[in-house]
């Protein structure tokens, strides 16, 4: 199906752990986007991406690595998990052009560490 | 640096009665507008935007906001309201001219519920 997908939506890993979480979009779109949402903070931009091989941080990249080989998966990855990422992490995608603009989300992953 | 605020937390509104969710934003430069929503276990659905143009901007499912330069509001309204309409709302802001201008910025976002 097209869209964006994540994978898994669901994630329990103990603190210290590597957890990766993905990101594919069937629209190819140039610009990708990692965000957490966390009550009382709405969302905040977490690392992005303007094409394959292209990634730069966002707001809150600590703790965080991305890597983007293909436009079309931009998987985010959490080198030793803490409590304080626990979160729900939305992977985003959008282009560029006089009519567009708006970056288009995917269902997210709520990620518990304990 | 961009913001944007939403300075209700929660709005309360009886079905039928016309709803009206607030957004204020501050850019350096002028600014690209996005209305989304999010309903409960689900990401973000796109809405609206302002880029250049009408000031008042019609989107998905009836809704529509004004863009207000003076006042540096956007604000999200709709005619009337439906208990469907219950959901988590967020506004966000780019700035064009500025340093990473691709990024958005999002609101804490506002509870809307909606009361048959």
């Known amino acids: 199906d097209a869209g964006i997908t994540q994978s898994p939506r669901y994630k329990i890993t103990e603190t210290g752990r590597q957890v990766t979480l993905m990101c594919h979009q069937t629209w190819s779109h140039s610009y990708m986007f990692w965000y957490r949402q966390d009550l009382g903070h709405g969302l905040r931009l977490i690392y992005y991406?303007?094409?394959?091989?292209?990634?730069d941080k966002g707001e809150v990249p600590d703790g965080y690595v991305v890597s983007r080989s293909k436009t079309e998966n931009f998987p985010l990855t959490l080198e030793s998990a803490t409590r304080s990422q626990t979160s729900v992490y939305f992977c985003?995608?959008?282009?560029?052009?006089?009519?567009?603009?708006?970056?288009?989300f995917g269902p997210g992953t709520r990620l518990t560490v304990t | 640096a961009q913001s944007v605020a939403q300075p209700e937390d929660q709005v309360n509104v009886a079905e039928g009665n016309p709803l009206t969710v607030k957004c204020t934003y501050s850019v350096s430069g002028n600014p690209y507008l996005f209305w989304y929503v999010q309903y409960p276990n689900r990401g973000l659905q796109f809405l609206l935007k302002y880029i250049t143009g009408d000031n008042l901007v019609k989107g998905s499912y009836g809704f529509e906001a004004e863009f207000n330069k003076s006042q540096t509001s956007f604000h999200l309204k709709k005619p009337s309201a439906l208990v469907s309409d219950s959901a988590l709302y967020f506004c966000?802001?780019?700035?064009?001219?500025?340093?990473?201008?691709?990024?958005?910025?999002f609101g804490k976002g506002t509870k809307l519920s909606v009361i048959p």
């Open positions: 985003a995608s959008s282009e560029e052009g006089v009519s567009s603009y708006e970056q288009y």
């Open positions: 991406s303007a094409a394959a091989d292209i990634t």
């Open positions: 966000a802001v780019r700035d064009i001219e500025g340093a990473g201008s691709y990024q958005l910025t």
